[in-house]
T-cell receptor, first 115, second 115 residues
Framework: AQSVAQPEDQVNVAEGNPLTVKCTYS??????LFWYVQYPNRGLQFLLKYITGDNLVKGSYGFEAEFNKSQTSFHLKKPSALVSDSALYFC?????????????FGTGTLLAVQP | GAVVSQHPSRVICKSGTSVKIECRSLDFQATTMFWYRQFPKKSLMLMATSNEGSKATYEQGVEKDKFLINHASLTLSTLTVTSAHPEDSSFYIC???????????FGPGTRLTVL
């Protein structure tokens, strides 16, 4: 069965410091991996995805993520956090094969950036 | 990127009434739409997958007679919560996908409160 784990419920970081939000996955075959961000009472906004190619993926708002096949991880990173980055972050993996395009979401990590 | 809208953004209803939520893809044709439910500070739970012109596929544990989904056109899917009860209060989010894009586009969500 495919699954995604986000081991941290909350990550606290000071503004200007680098941030990492962790994600590990378990899939059969090659994974399609995604990061989304959700602001309060809003839908999800796409940040970035890994399908194939370079392991380092660059996305919106200065975020990037590194695909690590040996560690089955896809951690989200940003060199310098902003207070406005404070939000709920979801890692997701897409169902593999067949007609399914279902996304399997992690439990979410609340990022709190202190000024 | 593609835009998905939801209407209404917020609805309050009395217990026992039915509520319809619309999900529209504004600038693309959505071959498949998804309906999610999100509890406070929790991850998204996929409720059902709907393909245009066919019956929705519900996830295990989701009552299809309770949550009626209609995908009448390539740009519109509706979720009707029938005989709503307070435990149905939640944040409902739809998403849409098209073969042209390799990702889901999410609507802004609908906050349902059942009194």
């Amino acid at each position: 069965a495919q699954s995604v784990a986000q081991p941290e419920d909350q990550v606290n970081v000071a503004e200007g410091n680098p941030l990492t939000v962790k994600c590990t996955y378990s899939v059969s075959g090659n994974p399609y991996l995604f990061w989304y961000v959700q602001y309060p009472n809003r839908g999800l906004q796409f940040l970035l995805k890994y399908i194939t190619g370079d392991n380092l993926v660059k996305g919106s708002y200065g975020f990037e993520a590194e695909f690590n096949k040996s560690q089955t991880s896809f951690h989200l990173k940003k060199p310098s956090a902003l207070v406005s980055d404070s939000a709920l972050y979801f890692c997701a993996v897409r169902g593999y094969g067949g007609a399914t395009n279902k996304l399997i979401f992690g439990t979410g990590t609340l990022l709190a950036v202190q000024p | 990127g593609a835009v998905v809208s939801q209407h209404p953004s917020r609805v309050i209803c009395k217990s026992g009434t039915s509520v319809k939520i619309e999900c529209r893809s504004l600038d693309f044709q959505a071959t498949t739409m998804f309906w999610y439910r999100q509890f406070p500070k929790k991850s998204l739970m996929l409720m059902a997958t709907s393909n245009e012109g066919s019956k929705a596929t519900y996830e295990q544990g989701v009552e299809k007679d309770k949550f009626l989904i209609n995908h009448a056109s390539l740009t519109l899917s509706t979720l009707t919560v029938t005989s709503a009860h307070p435990e149905d209060s939640s944040f409902y989010i739809c998403s849409a996908i098209t073969f042209e894009y390799n990702e889901q586009f999410f609507g802004p969500g609908t906050r349902l409160t059942v009194l």
